[in-house]
Protein backbone atom coordinates (compact mmCIF):
# COMPACT_ATOMS: atom_id res chain seq x y z
CA UNK A 1 0.00 0.00 0.00
CA UNK A 2 1.59 3.22 -0.67
CA UNK A 3 0.63 6.46 0.50
CA UNK A 4 0.84 9.71 -1.29
CA UNK A 5 -0.25 12.73 0.68
CA UNK A 6 -1.53 15.34 -1.77
CA UNK A 7 -2.75 18.63 0.01
CA UNK A 8 -2.02 19.43 3.66
CA UNK A 9 -1.65 22.32 5.98
CA UNK A 10 2.12 21.68 6.34
CA UNK A 11 2.24 22.02 2.30
CA UNK A 12 0.30 25.17 2.12
CA UNK A 13 -3.02 24.45 1.63
CA UNK A 14 -5.74 23.92 3.91
CA UNK A 15 -6.75 20.15 3.03
CA UNK A 16 -6.16 16.77 4.15
CA UNK A 17 -6.25 15.19 0.54
CA UNK A 18 -4.91 11.79 0.42
CA UNK A 19 -4.50 8.97 -2.08
CA UNK A 20 -3.98 5.42 -1.23
CA UNK A 21 -2.66 3.25 -3.95
CA UNK A 22 -3.67 -0.10 -2.60
CA UNK A 23 -3.39 -3.36 -5.16
CA UNK A 24 -6.55 -3.40 -6.16
CA UNK A 25 -7.79 0.21 -5.68
CA UNK A 26 -6.93 3.45 -5.95
CA UNK A 27 -8.46 5.26 -3.22
CA UNK A 28 -8.62 9.62 -3.05
CA UNK A 29 -10.28 11.09 -0.05
CA UNK A 30 -11.17 14.50 0.72
CA UNK A 31 -10.66 15.50 -2.68
CA UNK A 32 -10.69 19.54 -2.09
CA UNK A 33 -8.76 22.57 -0.82
CA UNK A 34 -9.10 26.08 0.36
CA UNK A 35 -7.40 28.76 1.97
CA UNK A 36 -8.44 30.76 5.21
CA UNK A 37 -10.16 33.73 4.40
CA UNK A 38 -8.70 36.09 6.58
CA UNK A 39 -5.72 35.51 8.84
CA UNK A 40 -4.36 38.12 10.98
CA UNK A 41 -6.68 40.32 9.02
CA UNK A 42 -5.51 39.88 5.76
CA UNK A 43 -6.85 38.05 2.85
CA UNK A 44 -5.26 35.03 1.52
CA UNK A 45 -1.82 35.94 -0.33
CA UNK A 46 -0.97 35.46 -4.06
CA UNK A 47 1.53 32.66 -3.31
CA UNK A 48 -1.24 31.36 -0.94
CA UNK A 49 -3.52 31.31 -4.14
CA UNK A 50 -0.72 30.10 -6.74
CA UNK A 51 -0.63 26.88 -4.56
CA UNK A 52 -4.01 26.75 -3.91
CA UNK A 53 -4.29 26.20 -7.58
CA UNK A 54 -1.53 23.79 -8.00
CA UNK A 55 -2.77 21.81 -5.44
CA UNK A 56 -6.38 21.52 -7.21
CA UNK A 57 -4.56 20.79 -10.42
CA UNK A 58 -2.85 17.88 -8.58
CA UNK A 59 -6.16 16.41 -7.02
CA UNK A 60 -7.93 16.70 -10.57
CA UNK A 61 -4.95 14.78 -12.10
CA UNK A 62 -5.16 12.09 -10.10
CA UNK A 63 -8.65 11.52 -9.12
CA UNK A 64 -8.86 10.78 -12.56
CA UNK A 65 -7.06 7.43 -12.12
CA UNK A 66 -9.13 6.62 -8.87
CA UNK A 67 -11.16 3.82 -8.11
CA UNK A 68 -13.08 5.50 -5.59
CA UNK A 69 -13.64 8.54 -4.13
CA UNK A 70 -14.39 9.53 -0.44
CA UNK A 71 -15.88 12.40 1.25
CA UNK A 72 -15.65 12.58 4.87
CA UNK A 73 -17.79 15.83 5.42
CA UNK A 74 -18.90 19.01 3.47
CA UNK A 75 -16.81 21.91 4.56
CA UNK A 76 -14.81 23.22 1.37
CA UNK A 77 -11.37 21.95 1.95
CA UNK A 78 -12.81 18.59 2.02
CA UNK A 79 -14.62 18.59 -1.51
CA UNK A 80 -15.39 20.66 -4.16
CA UNK A 81 -17.22 24.05 -3.55
CA UNK A 82 -20.13 25.26 -5.78
CA UNK A 83 -18.92 27.01 -9.00
CA UNK A 84 -16.14 24.60 -9.12
CA UNK A 85 -16.20 22.00 -12.52
CA UNK A 86 -16.60 18.47 -11.50
CA UNK A 87 -16.18 16.69 -14.59
CA UNK A 88 -13.22 15.20 -13.33
CA UNK A 89 -15.73 12.74 -10.84
CA UNK A 90 -17.36 11.40 -13.96
CA UNK A 91 -18.59 8.12 -13.78
CA UNK A 92 -16.44 7.92 -10.34
CA UNK A 93 -17.99 5.88 -7.18
CA UNK A 94 -18.46 8.34 -4.31
CA UNK A 95 -18.66 7.50 -0.70
CA UNK A 96 -19.95 10.29 1.04
CA UNK A 97 -20.77 11.46 4.39
CA UNK A 98 -25.18 10.94 4.95
CA UNK A 99 -26.28 14.31 3.80
CA UNK A 100 -29.29 13.23 5.64
CA UNK A 101 -28.79 12.29 8.92
CA UNK A 102 -26.17 13.56 11.84
CA UNK A 103 -24.92 16.71 9.61
CA UNK A 104 -26.14 20.44 10.25
CA UNK A 105 -27.74 22.43 8.13
CA UNK A 106 -25.03 23.99 6.47
CA UNK A 107 -23.56 21.18 5.84
CA UNK A 108 -26.92 19.36 4.26
CA UNK A 109 -27.07 22.28 1.74
CA UNK A 110 -23.88 21.93 0.58
CA UNK A 111 -24.06 18.43 0.23
CA UNK A 112 -27.40 18.99 -1.89
CA UNK A 113 -25.48 21.08 -4.05
CA UNK A 114 -22.71 18.84 -4.65
CA UNK A 115 -25.18 15.73 -4.83
CA UNK A 116 -26.98 17.56 -7.78
CA UNK A 117 -23.52 17.59 -9.86
CA UNK A 118 -22.29 14.84 -9.24
CA UNK A 119 -25.62 13.36 -10.69
CA UNK A 120 -25.34 15.94 -13.36
CA UNK A 121 -21.69 14.40 -14.74
CA UNK A 122 -22.76 11.01 -13.98
CA UNK A 123 -21.15 10.43 -11.06
CA UNK A 124 -22.44 7.43 -8.67
CA UNK A 125 -22.56 8.66 -4.91
CA UNK A 126 -23.01 6.35 -2.21
CA UNK A 127 -23.75 7.25 1.60
CA UNK A 128 -20.30 5.91 3.62
CA UNK A 129 -21.46 6.05 7.08
CA UNK A 130 -20.70 3.00 8.90
CA UNK A 131 -20.34 0.79 6.72
CA UNK A 132 -17.55 -1.95 5.65
CA UNK A 133 -16.99 -2.80 1.78
CA UNK A 134 -14.45 -4.29 -0.33
CA UNK A 135 -12.54 -3.57 -3.52
CA UNK A 136 -10.72 -6.27 -4.83
CA UNK A 137 -8.93 -7.84 -1.66
CA UNK A 138 -8.80 -4.11 -0.33
CA UNK A 139 -10.86 -3.72 2.86
CA UNK A 140 -12.71 -0.43 3.69
CA UNK A 141 -14.39 0.27 7.25
CA UNK A 142 -16.17 3.75 8.22
CA UNK A 143 -16.62 4.86 11.19
CA UNK A 144 -19.84 5.65 12.89
CA UNK A 145 -20.30 9.68 12.42
CA UNK A 146 -17.93 11.70 15.16
CA UNK A 147 -17.73 15.43 16.29
CA UNK A 148 -16.12 17.79 13.88
CA UNK A 149 -13.39 18.72 16.58
CA UNK A 150 -15.10 19.46 20.26
CA UNK A 151 -18.41 21.04 19.26
CA UNK A 152 -21.73 19.15 17.27
CA UNK A 153 -22.30 22.53 15.81
CA UNK A 154 -20.02 22.19 13.38
CA UNK A 155 -21.34 18.94 12.07
CA UNK A 156 -19.72 15.05 11.76
CA UNK A 157 -17.01 13.49 9.90
CA UNK A 158 -16.23 10.40 8.87
CA UNK A 159 -12.91 7.89 10.03
CA UNK A 160 -12.01 5.99 7.42
CA UNK A 161 -9.48 2.69 7.68
CA UNK A 162 -8.00 0.96 4.72
CA UNK A 163 -6.53 -2.91 5.23
CA UNK A 164 -4.53 -3.54 2.22
CA UNK A 165 -2.58 -6.88 2.05
CA UNK A 166 -1.76 -6.86 6.31
CA UNK A 167 -1.28 -3.28 6.01
CA UNK A 168 -3.77 -1.09 7.79
CA UNK A 169 -4.04 3.04 7.83
CA UNK A 170 -6.73 5.16 9.23
CA UNK A 171 -7.39 8.84 7.70
CA UNK A 172 -9.17 10.68 10.87
CA UNK A 173 -10.68 13.30 8.97
CA UNK A 174 -11.62 16.93 11.31
CA UNK A 175 -11.40 15.56 14.74
CA UNK A 176 -9.09 18.11 15.76
CA UNK A 177 -6.51 16.17 17.95
CA UNK A 178 -9.42 13.64 18.98
CA UNK A 179 -10.72 15.95 21.70
CA UNK A 180 -12.75 13.25 22.75
CA UNK A 181 -12.42 9.69 23.66
CA UNK A 182 -15.47 8.88 20.97
CA UNK A 183 -13.68 9.70 18.49
CA UNK A 184 -10.74 8.32 19.43
CA UNK A 185 -12.37 4.58 19.67
CA UNK A 186 -12.27 3.99 16.03
CA UNK A 187 -8.66 4.01 16.43
CA UNK A 188 -8.25 1.95 19.16
CA UNK A 189 -10.53 -0.51 18.15
CA UNK A 190 -8.48 -0.84 14.30
CA UNK A 191 -4.93 -0.63 15.57
CA UNK A 192 -3.19 0.96 12.13
CA UNK A 193 -0.17 1.20 11.54
CA UNK A 194 0.01 4.42 10.27
CA UNK A 195 -2.58 7.41 11.46
CA UNK A 196 -3.34 10.70 9.37
CA UNK A 197 -4.26 12.90 11.78
CA UNK A 198 -6.02 16.42 12.31
CA UNK A 199 -4.20 17.89 14.98
CA UNK A 200 -5.77 20.09 17.58
CA UNK A 201 -6.98 23.56 16.29
CA UNK A 202 -3.76 25.25 18.92
CA UNK A 203 -4.45 28.82 16.53
CA UNK A 204 -7.48 29.14 17.96
CA UNK A 205 -6.26 28.47 21.69
CA UNK A 206 -8.46 30.65 24.25
CA UNK A 207 -11.11 31.28 21.64
CA UNK A 208 -13.35 27.85 19.86
CA UNK A 209 -10.37 25.85 21.51
CA UNK A 210 -9.31 25.73 24.91
CA UNK A 211 -6.74 24.81 27.32
CA UNK A 212 -8.96 21.89 28.10
CA UNK A 213 -9.26 20.71 24.55
CA UNK A 214 -5.47 20.50 24.31
CA UNK A 215 -5.02 18.54 27.28
CA UNK A 216 -7.86 15.88 26.24
CA UNK A 217 -6.52 15.93 22.59
CA UNK A 218 -2.84 15.39 23.87
CA UNK A 219 -4.30 13.08 26.45
CA UNK A 220 -6.25 10.52 23.86
CA UNK A 221 -3.16 10.69 21.45
CA UNK A 222 -1.00 9.49 23.91
CA UNK A 223 -3.47 6.91 24.52
CA UNK A 224 -3.38 5.97 20.95
CA UNK A 225 0.52 5.88 20.83
CA UNK A 226 0.59 3.82 23.91
CA UNK A 227 -0.94 1.05 22.24
CA UNK A 228 2.10 0.06 20.56
CA UNK A 229 -0.09 -0.84 16.81
CA UNK A 230 1.46 2.70 15.23
CA UNK A 231 4.24 2.85 12.84
CA UNK A 232 3.93 6.30 11.59
CA UNK A 233 1.80 9.01 13.50
CA UNK A 234 0.94 12.15 10.49
CA UNK A 235 0.07 15.08 12.49
CA UNK A 236 -1.19 17.55 10.35
CA UNK A 237 -4.27 20.02 8.87
CA UNK A 238 -5.86 22.56 12.03
CA UNK A 239 -2.36 22.06 13.59
CA UNK A 240 0.13 23.58 10.92
CA UNK A 241 -1.86 26.50 11.21
CA UNK A 242 -0.03 27.18 14.18
CA UNK A 243 3.64 28.37 13.61
CA UNK A 244 4.58 27.73 17.59
CA UNK A 245 2.28 24.23 16.91
CA UNK A 246 5.82 21.95 17.95
CA UNK A 247 6.03 23.49 21.01
CA UNK A 248 2.05 23.33 21.74
CA UNK A 249 2.41 19.39 21.16
CA UNK A 250 5.90 18.86 22.48
CA UNK A 251 4.55 16.56 25.29
CA UNK A 252 3.08 14.09 22.38
CA UNK A 253 6.51 14.71 20.24
CA UNK A 254 8.35 13.51 22.92
CA UNK A 255 6.07 10.87 23.82
CA UNK A 256 5.86 9.32 20.71
CA UNK A 257 9.75 9.04 20.48
CA UNK A 258 9.45 6.90 23.42
CA UNK A 259 7.62 4.46 21.97
CA UNK A 260 9.63 4.58 18.85
CA UNK A 261 6.71 5.92 16.77
CA UNK A 262 7.72 8.25 14.00
CA UNK A 263 5.90 11.38 14.37
CA UNK A 264 5.62 13.34 10.79
CA UNK A 265 3.84 16.31 8.97
CA UNK A 266 2.26 16.04 5.85
CA UNK A 267 5.01 17.24 4.11
CA UNK A 268 8.01 15.53 6.07
CA UNK A 269 6.32 12.46 5.80
CA UNK A 270 6.38 13.06 1.90
CA UNK A 271 10.14 14.36 1.75
CA UNK A 272 8.84 18.11 1.16
CA UNK A 273 9.57 21.18 3.18
CA UNK A 274 7.18 22.18 5.66
CA UNK A 275 5.44 25.35 4.30
CA UNK A 276 2.68 27.09 6.37
CA UNK A 277 1.61 29.44 4.39
CA UNK A 278 -1.56 30.75 5.90
CA UNK A 279 0.58 30.70 9.64
CA UNK A 280 3.42 33.29 7.56
CA UNK A 281 0.57 35.35 5.67
CA UNK A 282 1.42 38.31 7.94
CA UNK A 283 5.36 37.89 7.01
CA UNK A 284 4.10 37.16 3.15
CA UNK A 285 2.71 40.42 2.88
CA UNK A 286 5.57 41.84 4.52
CA UNK A 287 8.27 40.22 2.95
CA UNK A 288 6.40 40.30 -0.62
CA UNK A 289 3.80 42.59 -0.83
CA UNK A 290 0.87 41.88 -3.18
CA UNK A 291 3.66 40.14 -5.51
CA UNK A 292 4.31 36.59 -5.94
Known amino acids: MKVKLL ?13 IEAEDARIM ?15 PHPIERKRLEEH ?7 AEEADLIVVTHYHYDHFPRPGEKVDWLKGKRILLKDSANMINFSQRMRARLFLEELRRVG ?4 VADSRTL ?6 IRFSDPVEHGNDSKLGYVLQVFIRDRGETLIHSSDVEGFVSEAQAKFVLENRPDILICDGPMTYMLGDRFSEADLKSSLRNLMKI ?13 HLLRDLEWRDRVSPLIEYAEGFGVEL ?8 LREELLEASRRRLYEEFGENI
Not at 7 to 19: Q, V, Y
Not at 123 to 126: L, Y
Not at 264 to 271: C, K, L, P
Open 7 to 19: AFDSMGTRSMCTL
Open 123 to 126: ARPE
Open 225 to 237: VRGRFLQALIIDH
Open 264 to 271: HTAASYMG
Open 29 to 43: IDPGAALGPRRYGLK
Open 134 to 139: KVGRCR
Open 56 to 62: KRLIRRE
